[in-house]
C-alpha cells in the first residue's frame, strides 16, 4: 500500500514538472512591435541593388521591454519563396549604425537559415536579449533569394539600409541604399510577466503616421506608448500599431481590408487585451453608397463579437473632420456624423475615444484645428499625434 502511494505520488510530482517546464518554455509572450504586411506596389519595392543576395538592416522602435524575443517574418505576399540566409537583431545606435556587442544571431528551428515558402510566416527561435522599453531595434537580413512580389509596409516612416553582399554582421552601412519601406518584417515579441499585455491600434494612413516625420517616431501610437511608459501602473502595456495607408474596412483601398485582416492583425497577436478601432474615413471618402455607414458600423459590430470572443476589449475611437480636403463632400460628411453617432452612442464599444471631439477646429467643427493639420485637412501634423495620443484616458488600460 505504501509503495503504492509512493508511486502515486511520484506520478502526480512528475506531472506538475513537466506542466512546469511546458509553461517555462511556451511563457508569456507579449508583442512589443508589429507592422501590418501587405503586398508591395511596384513604387515602394526595394532600390537596387534589391534584396536577392544583398543585406537589408531596418530599424523598429519598440513599446515595452523584456529579457527574451522572438522575431517575425512574412512571405503572405510573395509569388514565390524567400530565403533568409542568416538574420541578426542589435541594439540600433542611430542610422545604419548597431552596437555590436548586442549583436545577436536569430535561428530557426535550431538552424541559422530559413526559406519561407508563397503565403507563409515564419517565427525565429526564442533567444536572450536585454531589451529596455522605447529602444531602437537594428533587424539585419542576409537574404538568399527573394521573388519579384514583395511583402512589405511601404509605410515605415523610418529608414531602412540595403547594401549589396554580406553585410550582417557590419557595425554600420555608411554605402547602402536608404528606403522607407520596411519588408518581411512583422513582428517582435518580448517573454514577459503574466501581467504584460498590448493594445493593437487597428486603422489606416492615420494610424500608420501619415504627416509624422521620417525617423521620429511621433505617430499617436508611439505617442500612446510613452504615455504608458511614463506611468508606472502601466508600464507593462504594449503598443501593436497594426495601421496601413489608403486601408479600407469594407472593400477597395490599399491592403487587405480591416475585416480581412482582422485575424492576423488582431486576433493572433501575443498578448492582446485591447483593441482600438480607428478606420472607416477611406470607405466613406471613397464611396457614392448612401450605405456605406450603415455596412462601416455592420462592420464594426463584427469586430466586435470576433475580439469579446477572445475577452478583447474594443474602444470605438470617432472619425475626425475631414472639410476641405479631397474627401470632403456633404453626403461623406452626413456618413461621418451618422458613424460616430453611432459610435458614441450605441453601446457596443467598451469605451469611446473622440479623436473627433479632440481634433476639431471649434469654430469650423467639419475641419481639422489648423494646428493638428498636416495641411491636406485629413491626416494629422505631429502636434495633432500627440494631441490624440493626449485624449486617451490611461484609466481604460488599468486592470
Known amino acids: 500500500m505504501r509503495s503504492r502511494f509512493v508511486s502515486t505520488y511520484i506520478f502526480v510530482f512528475l506531472l506538475f514538472v513537466v506542466a512546469g517546464l511546458c509553461r517555462a518554455q511556451s511563457g508569456h509572450w507579449v508583442g512589443t512591435w508589429g507592422s501590418s504586411p501587405q503586398l508591395t506596389e511596384p513604387r515602394n519595392l526595394p532600390p537596387p541593388p534589391g534584396l536577392t543576395s544583398n543585406t537589408l538592416r531596418q530599424v523598429v522602435h519598440v513599446s515595452i521591454g523584456g529579457e527574451k524575443l522572438r522575431v517575425r517574418f512574412s512571405n503572405a505576399f510573395g509569388n514565390g519563396p524567400v530565403a533568409i540566409a542568416t538574420a541578426h537583431l542589435a541594439l540600433s545606435t542611430g542610422g545604419s549604425a548597431i552596437k555590436t556587442d548586442s549583436d545577436k544571431t536569430l535561428t530557426f528551428q535550431g538552424k541559422p537559415s530559413v526559406t519561407i515558402s508563397a503565403g507563409a510566416s515564419v517565427l525565429s527561435d526564442i533567444f536572450d536579449f536585454d531589451l529596455a522599453p522605447l529602444s531602437d531595434l537594428a533587424m539585419t537580413i542576409h537574404f538568399g533569394d527573394a521573388p519579384a512580389a514583395v511583402t512589405g509596409h511601404p509605410g515605415s516612416r523610418t529608414t531602412s539600409y540595403l547594401q549589396a553582399g554580406d553585410w ?185 475615444i473622440d479623436f473627433d471631439a479632440a481634433t476639431r477646429d471649434p469654430l469650423n467643427p467639419n475641419h481639422l484645428l489648423p494646428v493638428a493639420d498636416s495641411n491636406d485637412h485629413l491626416h494629422p501634423n505631429e502636434a495633432g499625434y500627440r494631441i490624440m495620443a493626449g485624449a486617451i484616458n490611461l484609466k481604460l488600460f488599468r486592470r
Open 168 to 352: 550582417v554582421s557590419a557595425a554600420d552601412l555608411p554605402k547602402a541604399a536608404r528606403t522607407e519601406h520596411w519588408y518581411i518584417l512583422t513582428g517582435v515579441d518580448v517573454g514577459t510577466k503574466n501581467s504584460s499585455s498590448a493594445i493593437v491600434t487597428l486603422g489606416d494612413s492615420i494610424t500608420d503616421g501619415r504627416g509624422s516625420g521620417t525617423d521620429k517616431n511621433d505617430r499617436w501610437p508611439d505617442d500612446l506608448a510613452r504615455r504608458l511608459q511614463a506611468d508606472k501602473r502601466l508600464a507593462n502595456i504594449a503598443v501593436l500599431n497594426e495601421g496601413i495607408g489608403g486601408n479600407c474596412v469594407l472593400h477597395g483601398g490599399l491592403g487587405p481590408t480591416a475585416l480581412s485582416r482582422f485575424d492576423r492583425d488582431v486576433l493572433s497577436q501575443s498578448g492582446v487585451r485591447w483593441l482600438i478601432v480607428l478606420e472607416g474615413v477611406n470607405d466613406i471618402g471613397g464611396s457614392h453608397d448612401a450605405a456605406v455607414a450603415t455596412n462601416l458600423i455592420a462592420a464594426y459590430g463584427k469586430m466586435i463579437e470576433q475580439a469579446h470572443a477572445r475577452h478583447i476589449r474594443v474602444y470605438g475611437a470617432t472619425i475626425q473632420p475631414f472639410g476641405g480636403s479631397f474627401y470632403d463632400s456633404p453626403a461623406h460628411e452626413a456618413a461621418r456624423q451618422t458613424v460616430n453617432d453611432w459610435i458614441r452612442t450605441s453601446g457596443r464599444f467598451d469605451a469611446v
